[in-house]
């Protein structure tokens, strides 16, 4: 792995407990267990964490700004809804948590489905939707590099409006990233034009290397005229001493999945995305991809976190480099019990894909 590759984790701001099979217990979502989570983050070399989003869940925006005052380089990748944010709102909010810490704010777009009409949001159909979120990100964008800003769009118009505090530029980093997800065409073009980072599920390598130069090609299509689109990977990873044991580990799992038919594994409880469909039909295909890539799971969860890297860290570290191999330098990693999987792959996963004496286990 080269220096420029990041590994994050995710912590899972939920208000029921059990998630993905975090044991379900008292406080699961309380500020001193989700800190605990964000300061072994940081003592065992994580980046940061995804904090996901949706209406019925806490509120991302404020456990990520009470998790970055409780520690000193934990980087909480937020996740937001255009349709829940007004653009210089968003912008100002971000701005003042950017300067509060020093630059360790990172921003993950989603335009996927929720219930939008609780919080009084109406996203017409996937055109429209995507639509207002370029026009979100790009709007975004000019109130934290310009002044005086005046914009008169078909979703969104301000006029004269100058975000404060600013953001500090910190060497290449102009402002937070903007990470996006999204598989279908109207998110592709999305992602093409406007994302800093572009984040995949955990597709087989083929899958990946084709969307890859698909948005490499719309980028040029476009007349992308921001620096080049990065490549990242949210999957699940799930590292035992031995392969036996992860493979035994995951099997048992997916039997205790299937005995609550998947309760606990979709966040939302709503239909899936274009991209966490992709997830669920890879069964069709087999149980297991490429190497390692067990795709099981998608037969009882909800999209999200439903394929597995199993094996050994040698073997999950090797799979990892082939997809670092295809472009990706962004990795969004988790297994349960969150907190001590944390540990377990710093101590255990990490070495492997920093340490360059183990460049062998990557080919």
């Given at each position: 792995m080269s220096a420029d590759t990041e590994f994050l984790w995710y912590i899972p701001n939920q208000v029921a407990p059990g998630h993905r099979g975090e044991p379900a217990v008292e406080n699961h979502n309380s500020l001193e267990t989700l800190t605990s989570h964000a300061k072994a983050?940081?003592?065992?070399?994580?980046?940061?964490?995804?904090?996901?989003?949706?209406?019925?869940?806490?509120?991302?925006?404020?456990?990520?700004?009470?998790?970055a005052a409780r520690t000193t380089s934990f980087e909480p990748l937020i996740a937001i809804r255009p349709g829940y944010w007004r653009p210089a709102h968003f912008?100002?909010?971000v701005a003042t948590l950017d300067q509060l810490t020093a630059g360790r704010v990172r921003i993950n777009i989603v335009s996927g489905k929720d219930n939008l009409a609780a919080y009084g949001d109406?996203?017409?159909?996937?055109?429209?939707?995507?639509a207002r979120t370029r026009e979100f990100m790009r709007l975004v964008r000019r109130l934290w590099t310009e002044e005086n800003v005046t914009f008169a769009g078909e979703h969104f118009q301000v006029t004269?409006?100058?975000?404060?505090?600013?953001?500090?530029?910190?060497?290449?980093?102009?402002?937070?990233?903007?990470?996006?997800?999204?598989?279908?065409?109207?998110?592709?073009?999305?992602?093409a034009s406007e994302a800093d980072v572009q984040l995949f599920w955990g597709e087989p390598l083929d899958g990946v290397r084709e969307r890859i130069e698909r948005l490499k090609a719309l980028s040029r299509e476009l007349d992308r005229d921001l620096p080049p689109l990065e490549f990242g990977l949210r999957?699940?990873?799930?590292?035992?001493d031995t392969a036996g044991q992860a493979w035994a580990d995951a099997e048992a799992k997916v039997d205790e999945m299937a005995k609550g038919q998947g309760a606990g594994w979709n966040d939302h409880g709503r239909a899936v995305?274009?991209?966490?469909?992709?997830?669920l039909d890879l069964h069709a295909r087999g149980e297991v991809l490429d190497d390692n890539l067990y795709t099981a799971p998608g037969k009882y969860g909800g999209g999200a976190g439903t394929t597995w890297l199993v094996g050994?860290?040698?073997?999950?570290?090797?799979?990892?480099?082939?997809?670092?191999?295809?472009?990706?330098?962004?990795?969004?990693?988790?297994?349960?019990?969150?907190?001590?999987?944390?540990?377990r792959q710093g101590d255990q996963l990490l070495p492997l894909l920093r340490n360059g004496a183990q460049a062998a286990l990557l080919e």
């Open positions: 983050l940081e003592e065992y070399g994580w980046k940061g964490a995804l904090i996901g989003t949706g209406w019925g869940r806490p509120d991302t925006f404020t456990v990520a700004a009470s998790l912008a100002s909010a109406s996203e017409g159909d996937q055109i429209h939707r995507y004269g409006s100058t975000v404060m505090p600013r953001i500090h530029v910190r060497g290449d980093r102009r402002h937070p990233k903007l990470y996006f997800g999204g598989a279908s065409e109207a998110a592709a073009r999305v992602s999957v699940t990873t799930l590292v035992r995305a274009v991209g966490q469909q992709r997830l050994s860290a040698a073997d999950v570290a090797r799979s990892l480099g082939r997809y670092r191999d295809l472009g990706i330098t962004h990795f969004v990693l988790s297994d349960t019990p969150y907190l001590s999987e944390i540990k």
